[in-house]
């Protein structure tokens, strides 16, 4: 679950050797020392808990056109 070298960057290598066009936004903990804690708190910092990976997608999508704010 980590960003560089993890399950995003395989799915970004194959959609470039296979020519795809998919829009692909990895989402994981980033390539930096996390410190120990609750489940629930490292999440949060880590930027995987609920709200902030719904955040991640809404944003993505936005990007990429396919809904509108209300």
Not at 9 to 15: A, K
Not at 44 to 56: E, W
């Amino acid at each position: 679950h980590v960003l560089d070298g993890g399950f995003g960057s395989e799915v970004l290598e194959y959609n470039a050797v296979h020519a795809l066009k998919l829009s692909v936004c990895p989402i994981a903990i980033p390539s930096q020392f996390v410190t120990h804690g609750d489940h629930k708190t490292l999440l949060k910092q880590t930027g995987l808990d609920i709200a902030s990976v719904a955040q991640v997608i809404r944003i993505s999508m936005q990007h990429a056109g396919t809904i509108h704010e209300r």
